[in-house]
């Protein structure tokens, strides 16, 4: 099994700007049935799309049947893959539809956050940047469980900008939708984030409130 990576680099694809000469080579020979050249995409793919099916579902051994169940929908779609379209941002892809499909089905239980500490990057007014911490604090339980409170079209969106890293235009190629549209679902999530922090944070400052009342 997996072990989750704890660094951000770790989630990026091999290449970082196009399919590289080498994967060309391997794709030509997979659609032709090579399956030891398929077996090689999944080498140097298997870790960057299990890191993603984490970020997503929140739990090791479901992202290891979300992985294979990736690659078998590529192996299996290889065909049409359009070889003018990045290979990476196809893969993705295939999994964020299928983590997005899977939390669907799971229908997502929402978190408390009465347990929660304060969240570290609030600010004095409503310009939270919310991403220093999904870099900073990605391995802790708090930032799964505000991940796990998005819509799941918002959480891929979130994963793939700030654990893949991955610029506006290959986020929409992998979510199938517009760039305007990315940044919409960027800016909705951050500002849910920040929302549900405060709430938080309120619910903190009663429950202390209601403490020092009792005592009192």
Same mark, same amino acid.
């Given at each position: ?5 704890? @660094? $951000? ?11 590289? *000469?080498? +994967? =060309?080579?391997?794709? %030509? !020979? ?15 793919? @298997? $870790? ?11 739990? *090791?051994? +479901? =992202?290891?049947?979300? %992985? !294979? ?26 999994a964020s539809h299928y983590c ?37 604090d990605e391995t802790t339980q ?75």
């Amino acid at each position: 099994m997996f072990e989750p990576e704890t @660094q $951000r680099n770790a989630d990026s694809p091999p290449t970082a700007n196009s399919t590289s *000469p080498e +994967e =060309a080579i391997w794709l %030509a !020979q997979a659609k032709r049935g090579d399956s030891a050249a398929f077996t090689q995409i999944v080498e140097a793919y @298997q $870790r960057p799309i299990f890191n993603l099916c984490y970020r997503m579902l929140d739990d *090791p051994a +479901e =992202a290891e049947d979300a %992985a !294979q169940e990736v690659f078998i929908r590529a192996f299996l779609k290889l065909q049409s893959y359009d070889e003018t379209r990045k290979f990476s941002s196809w893969l993705f892809s295939i999994a964020s539809h299928y983590c997005i499909d899977r939390l669907r089905q799971r229908r997502l239980q929402w978190l408390s956050w009465d347990d929660l500490p304060s969240w570290r990057w609030l600010q004095g007014d409503d310009k939270s940047q919310p991403e220093e911490a999904l870099v900073e604090d990605e391995t802790t339980q708090e930032l799964h469980a505000i991940l796990n409170t998005l819509p799941p079209d918002y959480r891929a969106a979130v994963v793939l900008k700030y654990w893949h890293d991955l610029p506006y235009e290959e986020i929409a190629d992998a979510l199938e939708t517009t760039v305007s549209a990315v940044k919409s679902r960027l800016f909705r999530a951050r500002k849910m984030m920040a929302d549900a922090a405060y709430q938080n944070m309120d619910r903190q400052l009663t429950a202390a409130g209601s403490i020092a009342l009792a005592k009192g």
